[in-house]
């Protein structure tokens, strides 16, 4: 259960909010579901361990597939919800926590994802987040 999140949600906003959902979850293939064909997932101030964006759904939910899929206790706090509804937009301000499987290492990080939607596809998802909280944490599973 994603903490914080809206108990009722505009559907642009549960298209968002689905991204945590499928992680928790950990549901790759729903989780892919939720992108477009050609979606991007850019993260601007990436990682040293990271590329600045993968394109499509496909390489996007590899990617989490391979970051995630040995997480423990995977949980995500929604902290704000901003809609833009001239763009298509749904802003969330949110936190993620979960141990590292590879590691054992607590990992926490604070996030805020720019989420294009797309009918009920996400088409980009700008993902901020601190390059190097993730490059200490992430190294040894990249």
Not at 22 to 41: K, V
Not at 95 to 111: F, H, N, P, V, W
């Amino acid at each position: 259960m994603v903490v914080g999140a809206p108990s009722s949600a505009e559907p642009r906003v549960e298209v968002a909010l689905g991204f945590h959902r499928t992680l928790e979850a950990g549901d790759f293939d729903a989780f892919e579901a939720l992108f477009t064909t050609d979606a991007i997932n850019e993260l601007p101030f990436h990682s040293p361990v990271s590329p600045a964006e993968f394109v499509g759904a496909k390489a996007i939910a590899d990617d989490y597939r391979k970051m995630i899929s040995n997480r423990r206790d995977l949980e995500f706090t929604i902290h704000t919800v901003t809609t833009d509804s001239s763009a298509d937009r749904v802003i969330l301000e949110f936190s993620g926590r979960s141990i590292i499987g590879e590691t054992g290492a607590l990992y926490e990080q604070d996030y805020v994802g720019v989420f294009t939607i797309e009918g009920s596809q996400i088409s980009r998802l700008r993902l901020y987040a601190d390059p190097q909280r993730a490059a200490k944490a992430l190294q040894p599973i990249r």
